[in-house]
Each structure stands twice: as structure tokens, then as C-alpha cells.
């Protein structure tokens, strides 16, 4: 079966540094983009990055432009994400997303498969 | 980017009874491959998002078929035929045809009156 485990978060100062993993297994990681979404406690859901499966593009949502930086590992089915210059409102739940996997034009449709989330803290 | 707009966004039920919520998006969802990226999540408290609905309208292995997903272009519904307690939750819809960014509507919350 699918599973994404997230690990990493902690609490953290502002212009602080701390980098995410999320450990993929049930399937063939380096045939799937990977996402990255988060949500401030009690607050909605918000894209943050996606990764083309082989690692080479990637997207990132306006407000972590050259502060974030994701990157995979195919060999260990591992992705990641190093934040840095860290904010008080980067606060929040990070949670690991499966992607899509596109053979043609027959796609395996995304975001089924999320983690359970790990919670960053940015606090003075 | 493409706003999400979901109404309403407090939603008390009654056990038994239907409820529906829809969700608008600033522009047509209609992609170029003649697919329409529209998600459905439900998000219990305390748990990560869990996607209902990919494509409108097409239901996710296990979800029970009281809900449902209808729409076109920029108009959009999820409705649930007779609410069941443990469908209390917060209800987001997302748009995928337009990306980056991949963008959500603010969210309903689903209380049992």
C-alpha cells in the first residue's frame, strides 16, 4: 500500500533553516511528480512545490520563491524540502503529496495519497 | 492564478438530509486536453485531507456514493444525499488545470445541527 511518512519539522527562529524528508513506499516513486502543500493550524490548504519525477523542474508557490528548495532522491524514494530564511507565517502542517504519472495520455490522476503531516514552527 | 471561491462556508446539517456545496472558480476549468481538473477534499479534524472526487465527478475507490460531483467551466458542486455523521469535516475544492499554482477554495465547514 501507499505510504508517504513526512519528518523533519520542529521549532525553528525566524531566518532559520530546517529541511524536510518524506519517505515514499507502495509504488514506483520515480515515475510520479511529488507535491509539497501546508496549512497554518486551523487555517485552509495551500500549494507550496511540486517535482517533476526526475527531479529536473520544479514549481514553487510565489511566497517561497529562493527561500524553499526541493529536491528528491530516486534511489531511496525519498523527497525533500530545505527551508530556509524561515518566517513566522511559514507556520504550519507540511504534508507530502503524490503526484501524477502520465504513460501517453492515460494518467494515474494526483493528490490521493498525502501524508500525515509534520508540523513547522517559526516563533521568536 | 485562478481564485476559488466556495460557498457556504459554515454548513449546519441535519443527520439524514442532503447538503451541497459549491465552488466557483475565476476562470474555465476546461483544460486544453478537453479534461476538467477539479478536486474534491474532505479533511476531518486532527487528519490529512483525503481526495473524494478527481475530475468533477469521478469518486475515489471506497468513498461512499451519497456524495457526488457535478459542474462545468467555472460552476461546481459537491453534494451529499444524506449526511452521515462521520461526514463532519472541512470540504475544500482545488483546481489542477491551471498550474502553477495549484489553488484551493477557502474551505466549508460541515457541523451536524
Known amino acids: 500500500q501507499v505510504q508517504l511518512v513526512e519528518s523533519g519539522g520542529g521549532v525553528v527562529q525566524p531566518g532559520g533553516s530546517l529541511r524536510l524528508s518524506c519517505a515514499a513506499s507502495g509504488f514506483t516513486f520515480s515515475n510520479y511528480g511529488m507535491h509539497w502543500f501546508r496549512q497554518a493550524p486551523g487555517k485552509g490548504l495551500e500549494w507550496v512545490a511540486f517535482l517533476w519525477y526526475d527531479g529536473n523542474n520544479q514549481n514553487y508557490t510565489d511566497s517561497v520563491k529562493g527561500r524553499f528548495t526541493g529536491s528528491r532522491d530516486n534511489s531511496k524514494s525519498t523527497l525533500y524540502l530545505q527551508m530556509s530564511s524561515l518566517r513566522v507565517e511559514d507556520t504550519a502542517f507540511y504534508y507530502c503529496v503524490r503526484g501524477a504519472h502520465c504513460i501517453g495520455s492515460n494518467c494515474v490522476p494526483p493528490f490521493e495519497f498525502w501524508g500525515q503531516g509534520t508540523l513547522v514552527t517559526v516563533s521568536p | 492564478d485562478v481564485v476559488m471561491t466556495q460557498s457556504p462556508l459554515s454548513l449546519p446539517v441535519t443527520l439524514g438530509q442532503p447538503a451541497s456545496i459549491s465552488c466557483r472558480s475565476s476562470q474555465s476549468l476546461v483544460h486544453s486536453d478537453g479534461n476538467t481538473y477539479l478536486n474534491w477534499f474532505h479533511q476531518r479534524p486532527g487528519q490529512s485531507p483525503r481526495r473524494l472526487i478527481y475530475?468533477?465527478?469521478n469518486r475515489d475507490s471506497g468513498v461512499p456514493d451519497r456524495f457526488s460531483g457535478s459542474g462545468s467551466g467555472t460552476v461546481f458542486t459537491l453534494k451529499i444525499s444524506r449526511v452521515e455523521a462521520e461526514d463532519v469535516g472541512v470540504y475544500y475544492c482545488?483546481?489542477?488545470?491551471?498550474?502553477?499554482?495549484?489553488?484551493f477554495g477557502q474551505g466549508t465547514k460541515v457541523e451536524i445541527k
Open positions: 475530475k468533477v465527478s
Open positions: 482545488m483546481q489542477g488545470t491551471h498550474w502553477p499554482p495549484w489553488t
